[in-house]
């Protein structure tokens, strides 16, 4: 029977087929592990009980007509809550949202609810997905379950913290500047992120639109690989999402590495970086070598650019995306006298600190006067950061980097100055900028225990790739490095 | 936060002025509090500065052009049911089917 941490899919899959537990147990197990642990790790703003038995009954219902299952049958999974959920509160980490419940559900959680996967409830996070450490919560912060006075990360803080803590086998995250990558790293785990427009962004509460994605933090790459296939694929209803074809990524899961070409940026093992990070990421990579991938130096000169870009970028679309909680359709609303004190005195007590600092950057570099300096400037810069990548993968397969520039700090330790917390973001925004898929994979841990995060990145469209490389690095041995 | 003489770079009008665009009502304490941070900020990414950008268009959409020349994906333009008034408007804070009551919009 498998212990508290180490349920994946295919554990589950193979204990209800062999009748060893059923989904309602399966269920009930993991929501007494949430009662047990949430208090202390807070990954949880929301369980949907109800909604979770009914799979799990329909589950064992399949089971006892000796029925085929589908892939993620009986599967706990968590969402983050900037995720819709049909009938399930959908906070964002906001009071601006509190009461709000959708009227439907994203279409990556309708997929994988077909897929019969279990959904537990919704995970803490950055207030809009606005964070680097899941600090900006309205409803508190997420405690890191390997060290429980450090962050898990952000913004998909919960869901790593559920899936690294096992209260849940998988969860969704979202990845706007690192929001999926640095919370596995932080917690020990594999968190990926697809290409853009690779998963519908359809019921995805939007921060930015042109980063936003939504992507798997999972125990294992296999069950990332099995949530990549159930989740991505063309959405009409994302004019956004991307008519490519899905490869089969587990097919390409188990290839072997052999002359695989990897491209070791030196711009991202420059000063800042911890050096026991710098150490076991670079094991990482000789490990990677002993496995037959060619090692080739890179130079990609606008990466000491990136996060101005993105914090000009990223924060233009949210003052543009958040305008409408202004409480006239949903959410909170300020009675007050007239129209616009209403949309002020609503937005002023919704939204915290971090929320309204970027909404007022955003309308600053937009403004007139100010566009063309700030936010053209940075929509050009974007391009260069974008030909760093291209210009990369014509000499290269794939792209190496740490995840992060340490390991998870203090909770507390950078709240006080928000440019600290932003540059955490170092190596995952620039992968964000350039739309191109990436994972951040288990690669050891520092003297003190924390878990270090070793980044793949690979052009457009190629997550079996990302994946491969991935698996390759796990079965070696590479998350124990 | 900055001292000893240093002049900020955006101004408490700044502030107030983005606030007011943005309908953002401050305290007088927020308002010194995120005039300081902007500073901060807007000193890191003025950064930008430095790079020539005069042959470079700017990047409107992550996934064009394709290197493929694969086009964005276009729905036909054909009008499909959407019957869902009554689950919109049961989030409203004040509904009045089929609208949404608000305060006075208008002063005079």
Known sequence: MSTAASWTISAVRDALRSKE???????????????????????FLALSVDRAFAQADRIDAMIA????????????????????????????????????????????????????????????????????????????????????????GGSSGGSAAAVAAGLAVAALGTDTGGSIRQPGACCGIPGMMPTYGRVSRYGLIAFASSLD??????????????LMSIMAGHDPNDSTSAAVPVPNYNAQLE???????????????????????REKVLAGIALLEKLGAERIPLHMPHTDYAIATYYIVATAEASSNLARYDGVRYGLRVPSANLREMYKKTRERGFGPEVKRRIMLGTYVLS?????????????????????????????DAIITPTTPTPAFRLGEKTADPLQMYLADIYTVTGSLAGVPGISVPCGKTKAGLPIGMQILAPHFEEGRVLQLARGFEKAGGFTI | MKSGGYILKISREDVLRVAELAHLELTPEEIELYRGQLDEILSYIGKLEKLDVSNVEPMAQVLFPAPDDRQPELRDDTLVPCDIADAVLAQAPDAAKPFFRVPRVIER
């Open chain 1, 21 to 43: 537990i059923s989904a309602r147990e399966l269920t009930k197990d993991f929501f007494a592990r949430i009662d047990n642990r949430n208090r202390q790790l807070n990954a």
């Open chain 1, 65 to 152: 007509k000796g029925d085929a299952l589908p892939p993620l049958a009986g599967v706990p999974i968590a969402v983050k809550d900037v995720i819709s959920t049909r009938d399930v509160t959908t906070t964002c980490g906001s009071k601006i949202l509190e009461t709000y419940v959708p009227p439907y559900d994203a279409t990556a959680v309708g997929r994988l609810e077909r897929a019969g996967a279990v959904i537990l409830g919704k995970t803490n996070c950055d207030e809009f997905a606005m964070g680097s450490s899941n600090e900006n919560s309205a409803y508190g912060p997420v405690r890191n379950p390997i060290a429980i006075d450090r962050v898990p």
């Open chain 1, 213 to 226: 994605r939504i992507g798997p933090l999972t125990q294992n790459v296999t069950d990332a690989s099995v």
């Open chain 1, 255 to 277: 290839s072997p590495l052999q002359g695989i070409r990897i491209g070791v940026p030196e711009d991202y093992f420059g000063e800042g970086l911890d050096p026991e990070v």
């Open chain 1, 368 to 396: 007139a006067g100010y566009y063309d300096a700030y936010y053209l400037r940075a929509q050009k810069v974007r391009s260069l950061i974008a030909r760093d990548f291209s210009d990369a993968f014509q000499k290269v």
